[in-house]
T-cell receptor, first 114, second 112 residues
Framework: KAGVTQTPRYLIKTRGQQVTLSCSPI?????VSWYQQTPGQGLQFLFE???????NKGNFPGRFSGRQFSNSRSEMNVSTLELGDSALYLC?????????????FGPGTRLTVL | GQQLNQSPQSMFIQEGEDVSMNCTSS?????WLWYKQDPGEGPVLLIA?????ELTSNGRLTAQFGITRKDSFLNISASIPSDVGIYFC????????????FGQGTELSVKP
C-alpha cells in the first residue's frame, strides 16, 4: 500500500503571498490531519478533515484553511504569508474511526517565507 | 499551544545500552502513540497504545500506557546506531478525533 504523499516537498514564498499544499492519504483512509512543525513550538495541530468535513480545528488564525475532496485528498491553504509561517507542514492520514485511528504521516512540505 | 511534558530532551548513549523516555500530561488520553522522526522526514509510527496499563512491544521497543492515563513511557533495548533520531510521544483525547497532542521530543544519539 502506498504511503502518504505530500506535494510539493519544498516551497519558497515571500511575505504576503499565499500558498496551497497538497496531501494524498493512504488508500482507504478517510481522515486527513494537518500539523505545523517548528523548532520553537514543536508539532502543532492545525485541523482534521473527515469525509470532506472539518472535524476538528486547532488554534491557528483564519489565514490557515483547508479542504478535503471526495477522494479524501486534502489541500491546505495559507493566505497572506508571514515570516513566522516558515515551517515543516505535515499531513497525517488515518481510517478516522474511534476503533482505528492510528495516524500515518507524510514526508512533509518545507515552507520558507522570505 | 498545548503540549505534553516529554523527558529527557536529549540522550547520548553508547551502542548496546538501553534507553528509556517518558511523557506526562495534565489531560487524560484514550490513546498514546510513539513516533520516530529522522531529519527532513515525517514522523514514523512505532507503537500505538489504547488501554490503560497496556504494555506493547515492537522488536526492541517496548511502550506502556500509564494506569492513570496521563503518562506513557518508551524503552529501547540494546540500542544500535540506526536508533538515532528524535522520538515523540503523542496523546489523543477520545472526543478530539484526529487531533494529536505532541511532546517536545527526545533526541537520541548513539555512539558506536
Amino acid at each position: 500500500k502506498a504511503g502518504v504523499t505530500q506535494t510539493p516537498r519544498y516551497l519558497i514564498k515571500t511575505r504576503g503571498q499565499q500558498v496551497t499544499l497538497s496531501c494524498s492519504p493512504i488508500s482507504g483512509h478517510r481522515s486527513v490531519s494537518w500539523y505545523q512543525q517548528t523548532p520553537g513550538q514543536g508539532l502543532q495541530f492545525l485541523f482534521e478533515y473527515f469525509s470532506e468535513t472539518q472535524r476538528n480545528k486547532g488554534n491557528f488564525p483564519g489565514r490557515f484553511s483547508g479542504r478535503q475532496f471526495s477522494n479524501s485528498r486534502s489541500e491546505m491553504n495559507v493566505s497572506t504569508l508571514e515570516l513566522g509561517d516558515s515551517a515543516l507542514y505535515l499531513c497525517a492520514s488515518s481510517p478516522g474511526l474511534a476503533s482505528d485511528n492510528e495516524q500515518f504521516f507524510g514526508p512533509g512540505t518545507r515552507l520558507t517565507v522570505l | 499551544g498545548q503540549q505534553l511534558n516529554q523527558s529527557p530532551q536529549s540522550m547520548f548513549i553508547q551502542e548496546g545500552e538501553d534507553v528509556s523516555m517518558n511523557c506526562t500530561s495534565s489531560s487524560i488520553f484514550n490513546t498514546w502513540l510513539w513516533y520516530k522522526q529522522d531529519p527532513g522526514e515525517g514522523p514514523v509510527l512505532l507503537i500505538a497504545l489504547y488501554k490503560a496499563g497496556e504494555l506493547t512491544s515492537n522488536g526492541r521497543l517496548t511502550a506502556q500506557f500509564g494506569i492513570t492515563r496521563k503518562d506513557s513511557f518508551l524503552n529501547i533495548s540494546a540500542s544500535i546506531p540506526s536508533d538515532v533520531g528524535i522520538y515523540f510521544c503523542a496523546g489523543q483525547e477520545w472526543y478530539q478525533g484526529g487531533k494529536l497532542i505532541f511532546g517536545q521530543g527526545t533526541e537520541l544519539s548513539v555512539k558506536p
